[in-house]
């Protein structure tokens, strides 16, 4: 099973919540080959080793197929600025067909459970008129969505959710994840969002200082997730 993460805004805690994701799974069931793709990310730091992306790590911490860095990150820049700008002053190709050509679609396809996380939110331009979405589109991929719990979270959740049906694709489940702890009437909000998102809920990770995806993963149910059909 395969799904594409996307969140409502650059930093609603995708990667955080991905990371969670693969935990859960684990934890449900212990043998299943997981496996976290960061296809493309910006904001990477130098290292010996070659430029390395904090939230592309993070996946390969919590998954259990362990992938070299090039797999899992195929595409990255140090600036911390839209891929496709980045890209642009690289001078290089992030079109959907040159991300495609850089993932190993067939490792990525034998796990039980790989979770494929964007950049920013739903329609990250790549460059030359093409956005993320047109990827998402060709490997048909469900939809994982992740609501950044904020003021204003209710407008990005269904207006990324009119998007994401408006392009051909489903929404396999959602979650929220508080990134706000000072969030006026957060359970209402909460409550309002169950009620008009049309995808299964997989929880509410609540604020949590110095969490980590282990934590966050008591939190969540991938019921929904797993019991798809390949």
Same mark, same amino acid.
């Given at each position: 099973?395969?799904?594409?993460?996307?969140?409502?805004?650059?930093?609603?805690?995708?990667?955080?919540?991905?990371?969670?994701?693969?935990?859960?799974?684990?934890?449900?069931?212990?043998?299943?080959?997981?496996?976290?793709?960061?296809?493309?990310?910006?904001?990477?730091?130098?290292?010996?080793?070659?430029?390395?992306?904090?939230?592309a790590e993070l996946l390969m911490d919590h998954s259990s197929d362990k992938l070299d860095y090039q797999s899992v990150n195929p595409i990255a820049f140090e600036p911390a600025i839209a891929p496709h700008i980045a890209a642009a002053k690289a001078g290089v190709d992030?079109?959907? %067909? =040159? @991300?495609? $050509?850089?993932?190993?679609?067939?490792?990525?396809?034998? /796990?039980?459970?790989?979770?494929? !996380?964007? &950049?920013?939110?739903?329609?990250?331009?790549?460059?030359?008129?093409?956005?993320?979405?047109?990827?998402?589109?060709?490997?048909?991929?469900?939809?994982?969505?992740?609501?950044?719990?904020?003021?204003?979270?209710?407008?990005?959740?269904?207006?990324?959710? %009119? =998007? @994401?049906? $408006?392009?051909?694709?489903?929404?396999?489940?959602?979650? /929220?994840?508080?990134?706000?702890? !000072?969030? &006026?009437?957060?359970?209402?909000?909460?409550?309002?969002?169950?009620?008009?998102?049309?995808?299964?809920?997989?929880?509410?990770?609540?604020?949590?200082?110095?969490?980590?995806?282990?934590?966050?993963?008591?939190?969540?149910?991938?019921?929904?997730?797993?019991?798809?059909?390949?």
């Amino acid at each position: 099973m395969m799904y594409f993460v996307t969140g409502t805004d650059t930093d609603c805690g995708k990667s955080f919540i991905s990371a969670a994701l693969l935990s859960a799974v684990t934890n449900h069931k212990p043998t299943a080959l997981t496996l976290g793709i960061k296809p493309v990310a910006s904001g990477c730091r130098v290292t010996e080793l070659g430029l390395r992306n904090p939230d592309a790590e993070l996946l390969m911490d919590h998954s259990s197929d362990k992938l070299d860095y090039q797999s899992v990150n195929p595409i990255a820049f140090e600036p911390a600025i839209a891929p496709h700008i980045a890209a642009a002053k690289a001078g290089v190709d992030i079109s959907p %067909e =040159a @991300i495609m $050509a850089k993932l190993d679609l067939v490792r990525m396809n034998s /796990a039980d459970f790989c979770l494929v !996380e964007g &950049a920013g939110g739903w329609r990250l331009p790549l460059g030359n008129g093409r956005f993320m979405p047109e990827m998402v589109q060709t490997l048909e991929l469900p939809v994982v969505l992740v609501v950044g719990m904020k003021l204003g979270c209710l407008n990005h959740a269904m207006l990324t959710q %009119e =998007a @994401i049906k $408006a392009d051909g694709l489903r929404i396999a489940g959602w979650v /929220a994840n508080r990134i706000d702890p !000072e969030m &006026a009437c957060y359970e209402e909000n909460l409550a309002t969002l169950i009620s008009v998102m049309d995808a299964p809920f997989l929880g509410a990770v609540p604020y949590m200082e110095s969490a980590k995806p282990v934590d966050a993963a008591a939190f969540i149910t991938p019921g929904p997730l797993l019991s798809e059909q390949r």
